[in-house]
């Protein structure tokens, strides 16, 4: 889609493909991210399409395309759910966060998808830019695009990556165990605080909970040594799983959080609440308390 041109309205709440109401989380943006490595690095931007206000707050429209334009981008970034682009010259960062259903994609001089990450071709059509928000148009020809049908992506100079805590997927020993000693809080809305460990959604901590089985409402300062260390062990293995898998879609769990779900390792019914402000689910047997 050239920048500039008409999007078509957005969709209604029930034209949403509801499988991706919990994505993307941090494998599906580590997915985005390598797009951006891959091809639109060091290519000179020559146009910009940063008139969505809302997608672009607080930026008004041209702000973003006078700041960019003639500049390349030098390397992509990630931790957690957010991506940031440095620029040439001591450039501004360009921050790019998908919001629930955005994705990134990388798209040849005569509008061919060339890459839009992996997670999100599952049901999708293959350069659909009818939701396009934003847009880099290079000298080429070649476009970098953020699709996003439900509009809660977020495109933004200078972000404040450094509120971020450490991302799940490097996060240490003691940095785990000190983000969860603080307070009281259910385990399952601190491994959600972006703040206290990066990347971590929905879908991510329903399987660190299940594979430590862990209650997803015990209390941080209930948890003993050894248990906190076992998530920290559960957190590293589905994330591994999620990067390799390419996605969350992949994650063993996954296919029990519905009624009359089983338990994948023991058989026993999945029981469903709502933990830290998320629909959780959790095995009724092995993370009874």
Same mark, same amino acid.
């Given at each position: ?49 940063? /008139?969505?206000? *809302? ?18 981008? @030098? ?8 991506? $940031? ?15 629930? /259903? ?10 061919? +998808?060339?890459?839009?990450?992996? *997670? $999100? =071709? ?38 404040? !990556? +450094? ?14 165990? /000190? ?15 972006? +703040? ?11 399987? @660190? ?12 300062? =209930?948890?003993?040594?050894? +248990? ?14 999620? !990067? =390799? ?34 629909? @959780? $689910? $959790? ?7």
């Amino acid at each position: 889609m050239a920048a500039g041109a008409a999007r078509e309205p957005d969709p209604s709440p029930h034209a949403v493909d509801t499988t991706l109401v919990d994505v993307p989380e941090l494998p599906e943006v580590e997915s985005a991210r390598a797009v951006l490595e891959r091809y639109a690095l060091k290519r000179r931007i020559v146009d910009v399409d940063d /008139s969505d206000t *809302y997608v672009c707050r607080p930026h008004h429209p041209g702000e973003i395309r006078d700041a960019l334009v003639g500049r390349s981008l @030098t390397a992509a970034n990630r931790r957690g759910k957010s991506m $940031w682009c440095d620029t040439d010259d001591d450039g501004p960062v360009l921050g790019i966060h998908l919001g629930m /259903s955005g994705k990134v994609v990388f798209a040849a001089a005569d509008g061919d +998808e060339i890459d839009g990450g992996d *997670y $999100w =071709e599952r049901g999708r059509a293959k350069g659909d830019y009818r939701f396009t928000r934003f847009a880099l148009r290079f000298a080429d020809g070649t476009a970098l695009l953020l699709v996003d049908p439900r509009r809660l992506g977020r495109v933004r100079l200078d972000p404040p !990556v +450094e509120r971020l805590g450490p991302d799940a997927a490097d996060i240490t020993p003691a940095q785990f165990r /000190s983000m969860m000693s603080r307070g009281t809080a259910p385990v399952k809305a601190r491994l959600l605080d972006q +703040e206290a460990v990066a990347g971590v959604g929905n879908l991510l901590a329903d399987q @660190t909970l299940w594979l430590a089985r862990t209650h997803p409402a015990r209390p941080v300062d =209930e948890l003993s040594r050894p +248990e906190v260390d076992r998530l920290l062990r559960a957190l590293r293995t589905a994330v591994t799983s999620a !990067v =390799e898998g390419g996605g969350v879609h992949v994650l063993s769990v996954i296919p029990a959080r519905h009624p009359d779900g089983r338990c994948p390792r023991c058989g026993a019914e999945m029981h469903r609440g709502v933990v830290g402000g998320r629909t @959780t $689910w $959790w095995c009724s047997r092995e993370q009874a308390g």
